[in-house]
């Protein structure tokens, strides 16, 4: 197994030349059945992890939620479509797949600044955020963005800066 490796690593044996020594009319030869045992052993190490490390399942779902979290915002912000691709050629998919990754980029970048100037804001008042707290802070949040109507790209004169935080106890306000 390790002299396979090394010659996959240096190129001497091509990884479909690779595969078609690993099977023999469909069924696994020696090599292969060498290396399928082999992935085997992290398979059942990884499942003795999940069943016996509470903080690993933890850390589990916390990266499923992120997840979930990310196709949440993704769904939002194609609701024009109702999540289906209409372009019936592979360029216009592609960009229809490229505007969406770009709408979901900007608005996590944008949640990004405003969460980070908003916990330096509560540090310079006195109120430390600790670590774990820090670690459920999320910029896939999307409550507060408008989906429906008209969407003005007015870039306002910040002076390299950001615009003032809303203060959450004040009256809404329309602009």
């Known amino acids: 197994m390790v002299r396979v490796a090394g010659s996959l690593s240096t ?3 091509r990884a479909y030349d690779l595969i078609k020594m690993m099977t023999a009319d469909g069924r696994l030869t020696g090599l292969g059945n060498a290396f ?14 999940v ?5 690993y399942r933890r850390m589990i779902g916390a990266q499923l939620n992120v997840g979930e979290s990310r196709h949440t915002l993704a769904r939002r912000v194609f609701f024009g479509n109702l999540g289906r691709l209409t372009r019936g050629y592979e360029r216009g998919m592609e960009d229809q797949v490229g505007a969406l990754g770009l709408g979901i980029n900007a ?9 980070d100037a908003a916990v330096k804001r509560l540090e310079a008042g006195g109120l430390g955020i600790g670590p774990e707290i820090r670690s459920r802070l999320s910029p896939l949040l999307f409550e507060h963005i408008n989906f429906h109507g008209f969407y003005p790209f007015n870039r306002p004169d910040l002076d390299g800066g950001l615009r003032e935080l809303r203060d959450p106890n004040a009256a ?3 602009e």
């Open 11 to 13: 190129n001497q044996v």
């Open 36 to 49: 399928a045992h082999y992935g085997r052993i992290f398979k059942t190490l990884h499942l003795l992890q």
């Open 51 to 55: 069943v016996h490390v509470e903080d």
């Open 107 to 115: 608005i996590t970048w944008w949640n990004s600044l405003y969460i």
């Open 172 to 174: 809404d306000e329309q």
